[in-house]
């Protein structure tokens, strides 16, 4: 209670925020949004990097969305766009659920078979072994009427429950949807989604000018750990760990949130070469001086000092010595 209190105070200031912020957040969330597709599609396996994703969305051709990793992002960051404009139209049923998972996988053209309906055949979690060997981790919900009986028990509670407080129905409804795995493929993806729509249908907005989906990319093997730990002892068991790491996601990206804006506010007041210098750090975090001296063709021994000043004045990481330092946005 003490995680939702603290995330709970924070929202409360947002609408005197949202108010004096309005163009950094509309900047904020196009980075935000680049940021979640990249991060949620790499979780699941794809290679592509944020700048990667940008040009592909930038430059989206349906027609030319040949390989898996492009299709993934282009499904992902249609559903994300979706709910981010019409979230408040958008019910938590099982009909939109489906719909949404639809969309996700709707220009993978292996995964035609499947999209929109509930799985047909068993999809316990592996890991892959180094001897190429596979371990089940966790067994799903099995097809057929068991996950067919979850999916309207889960969503009949969370339509019904008005007690709980939302944050913890928004984290158990993740939890649980991707515990169950009611898809073929496309549940770790969905689930996220649905944390997003979630929390956006529950008032939390300011959840879509930075990522989750980021934060849980960051944290992807306590990510996992979390979830198993607690699905290892299904059913009735004890989810706390889970609601935990959830709650201290969101803790960890209000405070991103807040100091990006603090950051864009000292940016304004920056000069031209400072601004430059922070803006390629934050879209190349672990870049070293003589890059981004090279790339912004400034001289490294301006670079250099620069960065000194912005280390001192807190806007920039300074990680490492010697010849193996380099930065990033704090």
């Not at 009986?149 to 339509?159: D, N, P, R, Y």
């Not at 689930?191 to 300011?206: I, N, P």
């Not at 960890?252 to 864009?264: S, W, Y």
Request: glycine letters at 6%; hydrophobic letters at 35%.
């Amino acid at each position: 209670m003490a995680l939702v209190s603290q995330i709970d105070r924070f929202d409360a200031s947002w609408s005197s925020i949202e108010k004096k912020e309005g163009q950094s957040l509309k900047e904020l969330k196009s980075i935000a949004t680049i940021r979640s597709v990249g991060a949620s599609t790499r979780i699941e396996g794809s290679k592509m990097t944020d700048e990667e994703v940008d040009v592909l969305l930038k430059n989206i051709d349906i027609s030319k969305l040949s390989d898996r990793d492009s299709q993934e992002v282009a499904g992902y960051f249609e559903v994300l766009d979706l709910i981010s404009e019409a979230y408040s139209d958008i019910p938590i049923t099982e009909n939109s659920i489906k719909n949404l998972h639809k969309t996700l996988l709707k220009y993978s053209k292996k995964d035609v078979w499947h999209r929109g309906d509930y799985k047909q055949l068993s999809n316990a979690v592996e890991a892959n072994l180094p001897d190429g060997t596979k371990q089940i981790i966790f067994r799903t919900t099995e097809p057929g009427i068991p996950t067919e009986e979850a999916m309207t028990e889960l969503i009949t509670w969370f339509k019904k429950d008005k007690e709980t407080h939302p944050l913890v129905k928004c984290a158990l409804l993740a939890y649980d949807f991707v515990s169950i795995h009611p898809f073929q493929d496309g549940n770790g993806r969905l689930s996220r989604l649905l944390s997003t729509l979630a929390l956006m249908k529950s008032g939390y907005q300011w959840v879509q000018y930075i990522s989750l989906e980021h934060e849980i990319e960051h944290q992807k093997n306590k990510y996992y750990q979390t979830l198993r730990s607690c699905q290892a002892q299904r059913p009735g068991e004890d989810a706390t760990a889970w609601l935990h790491f959830f709650f201290q996601a969101l803790i960890k990206i209000q405070t991103q949130l807040l100091n990006k804006l603090e950051r864009q506010g000292v940016m304004a007041e920056l000069a031209p070469k400072e601004k430059a210098i922070l803006t390629f750090i934050g879209e190349h975090p672990g870049c070293k001086s003589g890059e981004i001296a090279e790339k912004l063709d400034i001289p490294n021994p301006t670079v250099k000092r620069l960065l000194a000043q912005m280390v001192k004045a807190n806007l920039v990481e300074k990680h490492g010595a010697g010849a193996g330092t380099n930065y990033s946005i704090l």
